[in-house]
């Protein structure tokens, strides 16, 4: 049985900084591109960053590049997801996932399995 855990998040003021986990486990991890979304209230489920199976190529959304760094332990079994320069619309509950590709998915329809989340909450 695949699981994705996430961790890291909590209350944060503007400009603050979290890092989130998402420990895998029940799969191939080193196989797998892992990815982030975000999904604030009354809102669609968003891209925010992949990381390719073997890590050292990353993509990001417009909207976090330069501000987040996402990375990954394949001997952990775990990516990371390092959120610096926080802002109040960054407040939303961030989500891993894993897909079977050799690529770097932005799609929601292209991974496999999803973490339940973890909320982020940045205050003004």
């Known amino acids: 049985q695949v699981q994705l855990v996430e961790s890291g998040g909590g209350l944060v003021q503007a400009g603050g900084s979290l890092k989130l986990s998402c420990a895998a486990s029940?799969?191939?991890?080193?196989?797998?591109?892992m990815g982030w979304f975000r999904q604030a209230p009354e809102k669609e489920r968003e891209f925010v960053s992949s990381?390719?199976?073997?890590?050292?190529?990353?993509s990001y959304s417009d909207t976090v590049r330069g501000r987040f760094i996402i990375s990954r332990d394949n001997a952990k079994n775990t990516v990371f997801l390092q959120l610096n320069s926080l802002k109040p619309e960054d407040t939303a509950v961030y989500f891993c996932?894993?897909?079977?590709?050799?690529?770097?998915?932005?799609?929601?329809?292209?991974?496999?399995?999803w973490g339940q989340g973890t909320q982020v909450t940045v205050s003004s």
């Open positions: 029940g799969l191939s991890f080193s196989n797998y591109a």
């Open positions: 996932a894993a897909a079977w590709s050799r690529y770097l998915p932005r799609s929601t329809s292209e991974y496999d399995y």
């Open positions: 990381i390719r199976f073997s890590g050292g190529i990353t």
